[in-house]
């Protein structure tokens, strides 16, 4: 079975400018997350789908960060404009049925913001 | 919300001995406790979990035990071998949303 897919895997910008991340789930798979990850400390949730609707954002900076799963399968989170402090790794996470199983990530985007 | 503290933050041992990781939760509610291990460069990966009506797991040279009374969980690794040396995180989900939160993180090393 393949695994959680990620693109890129590095990127470099400089800040104010915009990035985009895509993430391709575990097929099948109806819940996708988004996690920021930044050096030294744990993955933290930035947003949850379920399918293509979205179940919490709560920890969405929703004035630079946006993201969408249209059709319940890939998705695409966007930064606009980042700040420096955008620099983290941001991983893409994937579970079966309702977000109640085992949570399964990809490699991750590493952003570097300067 | 919930909160969740790891100890330590670095685990330096000799190859073949044990090594144990240990997290406390701070919401009562939380009902799932997963371990997962993360090497340098990839994503986090999922090693062994346990659910609130069970109070330890084995599988192999890692378990995991839970105590809701205390609230706290402990991931514990026999008989380490240099390929386990990789950051370790502790996770705690709460209520029905699914969402997980993460320790900051245990970096152990085994040495040969």
């Known amino acids: 079975e393949a695994g959680v897919a990620q693109s890129p895997r590095y990127k470099i910008i400089e800040k104010r400018q915009s990035v985009a991340f895509w993430c391709n789930p575990i097929?099948?798979?109806?819940?996708l997350y988004w996690y920021q990850q930044i050096l030294g400390q744990g993955p933290k949730l930035l947003i949850q789908?379920?399918?293509?609707?979205?179940?919490?954002d709560s920890q969405l900076p929703k004035d630079r960060f946006s993201a969408e799963r249209l059709k319940g399968v890939d998705s695409t989170l966007k930064i606009q404009p980042a700040k420096l402090e955008d620099s983290a790794v941001y991983l893409c996470?994937?579970?079966?049925?309702?977000?109640?199983?085992?949570?399964?990530f990809g490699p991750g985007t590493r952003l570097t913001v300067t | 919300g919930e909160n969740v503290e790891q100890h330590p933050s670095t685990l330096s041992v000799q190859e073949g001995d044990s090594a144990v990781i240990k997290c406390t939760y701070s919401d009562s509610a939380s009902n799932y406790f997963p371990w997962y291990k993360q090497e340098l460069g990839k994503g986090p990966q999922l090693i062994i979990d346990i659910r609130s009506n069970v109070g330890e797991k084995k599988d192999q040279r890692i378990a995991v035990t839970l105590n809701k009374t205390a609230k706290h969980f402990s991931l514990h690794i026999t008989e380490t071998q240099p390929e386990d040396s990789a950051v370790y995180f502790c996770a705690a989900r709460g209520g029905s949303q699914g969402n997980l939160i993460f320790g900051k993180g245990t970096k152990l090393s085994v040495k040969p």
């Open positions: 996470a994937s579970s079966n049925y309702r977000g109640l199983d085992e949570q399964y």
């Open positions: 789908f379920q399918n293509n609707g979205v179940v919490d």
């Open positions: 097929s099948g798979h109806a819940t």
